[in-house]
Every structure is written in structure tokens, then in C-alpha cells.
T-cell receptor, first 115, second 114 residues
Framework: GAVVSQHPSWVICKSGTSVKIECRSL??????MFWYRQFPKQSLMLMAT?????????EQGVEKDKFLINHASLTLSTLTVTSAHPEDSSFYIC???????????FGEGSWLTVV | SQQGEEDPQALSIQEGENATMNCSYK?????LQWYRQNSGRGLVHLIL?????REKHSGRLRVTLDTSKKSSSLLITASRAADTASYFC??????????????FGQGTTLQVKP
């Protein structure tokens, strides 16, 4: 079936650096992808909606200049955490709609640790 | 923002028993979905119930939806140790093209003891 792949699965970076997480739809085109963040023992919080060919729509309280989202093709959305801080350490998960919009597929998630 | 609350936050049962988790939400919805998450892993989609449906079954899972009370329940029958995980409800609102945008509940951590 359809698969959404995230890369990397886990990453450790130093404070102040930037890190990019990729979300790919492997066998379908996704005009819309979504990025979520999950802190340990908490639920998933929607960060932004990534729209192919246009600017992402950010949820209230999410800094668009810190969490850069690029959806340059129908199969790839990227989330770049800029000037990362330890409090950005979290589990980041993406999801994508199938072309019909009726099915949602989640990636396996990416663990980010900022030291 | 969170859509609502899940109850209980944590549940511990013996293998073979049934587990019931409840979810409440705040706004009108197109559908409500239940997901499972093993520790530190991605989400597994369990079941989707549309706003015009009241009950749905899938194997050992039974989901109910009461839109008048803005609540849903997930029942896992004859639980197994492998069912140990966190369970989240998630609601989708708005137009059909936007149903990928999900608002998650706080989740219930289920522990099934062998």
C-alpha cells in the first residue's frame, strides 16, 4: 500500500545549528502534507499544513521562521528546524493525504535531539 | 491546539479483559479516527468513523460515536499483551479536501499484563 517515508529516523544536532527532516510520499502524489510534533508522553500537536507550490499554513503559536517548511514537489515536503535549541528536541511526524484526499498516511517519525 | 480529552489517561488491565477508552471533542467533525502508537514509534491507523455513523467494528475493535455529546469510545475486546500501546483519537473537520488535518486527543496509555 501507500507509504510515507521520513528521513532521518533520528538525528542529534548541536544547539544553534539547523536540521532538515524529509517527508516523502513513495507511491502517490500528495498536494498536502502535515507536520506534527510530539513531546515525550504527550499527544501530537499539529504544527503546519504544507501545500505543494505555495506557502505553508502554520498553526497558532508555531514560529514560521524557526520551522521552515518547503513543499517543492508532489512527493516531498521538508521541515527545517533552524537555530535549534534543546527545547526543540521532540518527535516530528508527517502525514500526507492520498490524491483523493480520503486516506491519510503517516510517516514513521523523526526523533530530534538537540544537545 | 488539542481537540479534547481522552479518558482514562492510563489504563492497566489483565490479558483477556476488555479495554474501553473514551474521547471527547469540541467542534463539529467530518470523521473521527483512532490511532495506536507503540512507544517511540509512528502511528498505526485503527479505524475511522464518519459523523453520520454511530458504531463501527473491525476485528476486536468497536468504536462508537455520539455527535450530540461530541464523544467517542474505543473498545478492545479480549485484550492481549501486544495491545500495550498509546491510543489516540483524532478528529477531522472542514471540507473533504482538508480531512488530512487532524486534531488529536491527549491519548490513553494502555498496559495489558500477561
Amino acid at each position: 500500500g501507500a507509504v510515507v517515508s521520513q528521513h532521518p529516523s533520528w538525528v542529534i544536532c548541536k544547539s544553534g545549528t539547523s536540521v532538515k527532516i524529509e517527508c516523502r510520499s513513495l507511491d502517490f502524489q500528495a498536494t498536502t502534507m502535515f507536520w506534527y510534533r510530539q513531546f515525550p508522553k504527550q499527544s501530537l500537536m499539529l504544527m503546519a499544513t504544507s501545500n505543494e507550490g505555495s506557502k505553508a499554513t502554520y498553526e497558532q503559536g508555531v514560529e514560521k521562521d524557526k520551522f521552515l517548511i518547503n513543499h517543492a514537489s508532489l512527493t516531498l515536503s521538508t521541515l527545517t528546524v533552524t537555530s535549534a535549541h534543546p527545547e526543540d528536541s521532540s518527535f516530528y511526524i508527517c502525514s500526507a493525504n492520498s490524491h483523493s484526499g480520503n486516506t491519510i498516511y503517516f510517516g514513521e517519525g523523526s526523533w530530534l535531539t538537540v544537545v | 491546539s488539542q481537540q479534547g480529552e481522552e479518558d482514562p489517561q492510563a489504563l492497566s488491565i489483565q490479558e483477556g479483559e476488555n479495554a474501553t477508552m473514551n474521547c471527547s471533542y469540541k467542534t463539529s467533525i467530518n470523521n473521527l479516527q483512532w490511532y495506536r502508537q507503540n512507544s517511540g514509534r509512528g502511528l498505526v491507523h485503527l479505524i475511522l468513523i464518519r459523523s453520520n455513523e454511530r458504531e463501527k467494528h473491525s476485528g476486536r475493535l468497536r468504536v462508537t460515536l455520539d455527535t450530540s455529546k461530541k464523544s467517542s469510545s474505543l473498545l478492545i475486546t479480549a485484550s492481549r499483551a501486544a495491545d500495550t500501546a498509546s491510543y489516540f483519537c483524532a478528529t477531522a473537520s472542514g471540507f473533504s479536501g482538508n480531512t488530512g488535518k487532524l486534531i488529536f486527543g491527549q491519548g490513553t496509555t494502555l498496559q495489558v499484563k500477561p
